[in-house]
């Protein structure tokens, strides 16, 4: 059974930064590709990071790259999401799944987390 674990999430002011985990079981993680999606209020959800099974390659949206990292642990099974500069648009509820593809929203495991909540304000 997937399980996908997120946490870290949490109120912060614009500019800061914060680390999010996302600790998966149930399949061969080091199998596959992961990513890290988010989704606002009213908004559909996306693919904001991705990282290839071994963490040689490294995707992220426009609206992140420079300032958001993605890495990950093989040995633990654990995808992380480092984010730094802060923008109030970047609150939203975060999740991590498996992407089939970087463009598309279509995810190797239907069972979703229940997310970790980030919001940024003053």
């Known amino acids: 059974q997937v399980q996908l674990v997120e946490s870290g999430g949490g109120l912060v002011q614009p500019g800061g930064s914060l680390r999010l985990s996302c600790a998966a079981s149930g399949f061969t993680f080091s199998s596959y590709y992961m990513g890290w999606y988010r989704q606002a209020p009213g908004k559909e959800r996306e693919l904001v990071a991705r990282?290839?099974?071994?963490?040689?390659?490294?995707n992220y949206a426009d609206s992140v790259k420079g300032r958001f990292t993605i890495s990950r642990d093989n040995a633990n099974n654990t995808v992380y999401l480092q984010m730094n500069s802060l923008k109030p648009e970047d609150s939203a509820v975060y999740y991590c799944?498996?992407?089939?593809?970087?463009?598309?929203?279509?995810?190797?495991?239907?069972?979703w987390g229940r997310g970790t909540q980030i919001t940024v304000s003053s």
């Open positions: 799944n498996a992407p089939k593809s970087w463009n598309g929203g279509s995810v190797f495991f239907d069972s």
């Open positions: 990282i290839s099974s071994a963490g040689v390659i490294r």
